[in-house]
C-alpha cells in the first residue's frame, strides 16, 4: 500500500492538447487587398510574416508603398458614394453575411490568429474571434437605425476612413474599426499592424465571399511609415487609430488644421483595486484574468495592482500561487495560458522595463518555468514594493508584469489610481457596492469593471480619458465617430 509521501508526490500534468492547424488553408503569398481583389503592389515589398513562438513564417504578405495607398483611397473614394446611397437595411445585410462568414470560418480565424500573433488558442477561439463577429452582428443591427441612434436626427456618413491597428488584437481591431464605419455608410482603408497582417487578409477574403462592392474596404498591410503615409493622404475624411500614445500624438499633430475628425485608442496604465472587504480569491482570478490575458498585450490590462495594506501579503501570496500554475507554451496547445511575446522588439521592451524595475528598487519575482528554445517568451512577473515613481509603475509594459502598490484609504486607492496620464479602465474589487459606485465615479478612465476584469461587448463604449486617447468605440457610441450629425434638432412630429 502506498504511503501517504508516495500518494503526495504524484504529479498531474497535462496532456498536450494542440489545436491541428491542418484545416487552415493559407496562401503562400497575399497581394494588397484593393478595390476588392489581391493585387500586387505599385511599389510596395514581399515580407514574411512570421510566428512569434516558432519564428517560421507563416505566409509573405505584401506592404503597400505610397503608390499603394494611393491606390487603396483612391478606391474608397469611388466606391463609397455608391455604398453611402444603398439603404441602411442593405447595408446591413453585409455586414450580417460577413458576421456569418466569421462565424463559418472561426476555427481557422483562430489557429491563424494564433500563429501569427502569438497569443493563446483558447483566447482566439473564445474571445477574439467571436467577438470579432459580435461586432458585425452588432452594428449590421445599426445599419439601418443610424437616425434613431442619434436621437433621430439626420445622419450622414463622412467618406472615407482611414483605419489603423495595432498587433494585439489584429482580427477583433479590424472588425472594432470596420464593422461600425460600414455600418455608417463610409467606405474605409484599413492597415493592419506589421507583424499581425493575416488574420486581416482572411478577412479581406470573407469581405470578397459576402461580394461586398469592391473597393468599400481595402486591407493594406504596412509599416509605420505606411500608417504615416495614410493618415497624410489628401483624400481621406476621417482617421481612426488604436496603438501607442507616442504614434497617437504624432498623428494628431500630421492631421492638425485639416479638419478631419479623429478617434484615437491609445495606451493605458490602468488600475486594478483590491478592497479588504473583496472576495480574495475571486479578486485574484481576475487580476491573472487582467495581467496575463494576451500576455498582458492589452491596452486596459490591469498592470497597476492597488491592493489596501490589511491584505496586502495575503493577496500576494496567493496571487503568487497562482502564477505558479500557469502554464506557458506552444499558443496552439489549448492548456495554455501564457502564449508567446508577439515580437522580438516588444519582448527587448518588456526586458528593458523589468530591469529598470529592479535598478529602481522594486522587489521582483518570476515564475520559474522552462521557455521554448526558440520564439519569444516572458514568463509571468510580479513587482512589490513598488514606489509610484518606478517606470513599471508609470510607464506601459505591455507585457505579463503586474506592479503592486498599497494602499490605507478609499481615497489613497483613488488618488493612487488617477495618478498616471493615461485613463483607460479600471477594476475595483469589493463586496459593497455603494463603495463600487462611489469609487467608479471618482476614476478617472473610460471603462470601470467591477469584480471582474477585461469583459468586452459590442454593445458597450470603450474608450479613454487623457492620453489613453479619445472617442468611443463599441454600441451606439461607436456610430458617432463616424457620423456627421444634423445640428437641427427632429420634427417633433415626424417618426424616427
Ligand atoms: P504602434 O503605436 O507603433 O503601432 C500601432 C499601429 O500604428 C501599427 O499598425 C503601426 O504599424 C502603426 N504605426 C506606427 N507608426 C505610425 C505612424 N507614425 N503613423 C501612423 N501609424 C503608425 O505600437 P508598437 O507596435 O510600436 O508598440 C509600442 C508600444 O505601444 C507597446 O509596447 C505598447 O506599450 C503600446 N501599444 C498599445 C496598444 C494599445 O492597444 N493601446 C497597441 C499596440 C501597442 P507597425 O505595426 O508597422 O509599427
Not at 264 to 288: H, M, P, R, Y
Not at 347 to 371: N, P
Request: hydrophobic share 45%; with cysteine; glycine share 10%.
Amino acid at each position: 500500500m502506498a504511503t501517504q509521501e508516495q500518494r503526495t508526490s504524484i504529479v498531474w500534468d497535462y496532456a498536450p492538447a494542440p489545436e491541428s492547424p491542418e484545416h487552415v488553408r493559407l496562401r503562400d503569398s497575399y497581394g494588397l487587398f484593393i478595390d476588392g481583389d489581391f493585387v500586387d503592389p505599385v511599389d510596395g515589398a514581399r515580407v514574411p510574416s512570421t510566428n512569434p513562438a516558432t519564428e517560421e513564417t507563416v505566409a509573405e504578405v505584401t506592404f503597400a508603398g505610397p503608390g499603394d495607398i494611393r491606390r487603396a483611397v483612391q478606391a474608397a473614394r469611388r466606391a463609397q458614394p455608391g455604398w453611402t446611397a444603398l439603404s441602411g437595411l442593405e447595408r446591413g445585410k453585409y455586414l450580417f453575411r460577413v458576421a456569418r462568414l466569421i462565424q463559418e470560418r472561426a476555427r481557422e480565424l483562430a489557429v491563424v490568429e494564433s500563429m501569427d500573433g502569438g497569443k493563446p488558442i483558447r483566447e482566439s477561439r473564445d474571445v477574439d474571434v467571436p467577438l470579432a463577429a459580435a461586432h458585425f452582428f452588432h452594428y449590421a443591427g445599426w445599419a439601418d437605425k443610424l437616425s434613431y441612434g442619434m436621437g433621430g436626427r439626420a445622419v450622414e456618413p463622412l467618406g472615407v476612413a482611414a483605419q489603423i491597428v495595432p498587433w494585439n488584437f489584429p482580427l477583433l481591431m479590424a472588425a472594432w474599426k470596420l464593422a461600425p464605419a460600414l455600418a455608417c455608410g463610409n467606405a474605409a482603408v484599413l492597415k493592419p499592424a506589421e507583424t499581425t497582417p493575416v488574420t486581416a487578409l482572411l478577412l479581406a477574403e470573407i469581405l470578397q465571399e459576402a461580394e461586398l462592392p469592391p473597393g468599400v474596404v481595402s486591407v493594406i498591410p504596412g509599416d509605420g511609415a505606411a500608417g504615416a503615409a495614410l493618415v497624410r493622404e489628401p483624400d481621406i475624411d476621417k482617421v481612426a487609430f488604436t496603438g501607442s500614445t507616442a504614434v497617437g500624438k504624432n498623428i494628431q499633430s500630421a492631421l492638425a488644421g485639416r479638419r478631419i475628425p479623429l478617434t484615437l485608442e491609445l495606451g493605458g496604465k490602468s488600475a486594478n483595486i483590491v478592497f479588504e472587504d473583496a472576495a480574495l480569491d475571486q479578486a485574484v482570478e481576475g487580476i491573472v484574468n487582467g495581467i496575463f490575458f494576451n500576455q498582458g498585450h492589452v491596452c486596459c490590462a490591469g498592470s497597476r495592482l492597488l491592493i489596501q495594506e490589511s491584505v496586502a501579503d495575503t493577496v500576494v501570496e496567493k496571487l503568487w500561487a497562482r502564477m505558479a500554475r500557469l502554464r506557458l507554451g506552444d499558443p496552439l496547445d489549448k492548456n495554455t495560458d501564457v502564449g508567446a511575446i508577439n515580437s522580438r522588439e516588444q519582448l527587448e521592451r518588456i526586458e528593458g522595463l523589468v530591469a529598470s524595475g529592479e535598478e529602481e528598487g522594486a522587489v521582483r519575482r518570476t515564475v520559474v518555468c522552462e521557455l521554448p528554445s526558440r520564439g519569444y517568451w516572458f514568463a509571468p512577473t510580479l513587482f512589490t514594493d513598488v514606489a509610484p515613481a518606478h517606470r513599471i509603475a508609470a510607464e506601459e509594459i505591455f507585457g505579463p508584469v503586474v506592479s503592486v502598490l498599497t494602499f490605507r484609504t478609499q481615497a489613497e486607492a483613488i488618488e493612487k489610481a488617477n495618478s498616471t496620464p493615461y485613463g483607460l479602465a479600471a477594476g475595483i474589487w469589493t463586496d459593497k457596492g455603494s463603495k463600487a459606485f462611489e469609487v467608479a465615479s471618482a476614476l478617472q478612465a473610460g471603462v470601470i469593471w467591477q469584480n471582474t476584469y477585461n469583459k468586452f461587448d459590442p454593445s458597450a463604449a470603450f474608450g479613454g480619458y487623457k492620453e489613453s486617447g479619445f472617442g468611443r468605440e463599441g454600441g451606439m457610441s461607436g456610430l458617432r465617430p463616424y457620423l456627421r450629425v444634423s445640428a437641427a434638432a427632429p420634427d417633433p412630429g415626424s417618426a424616427l
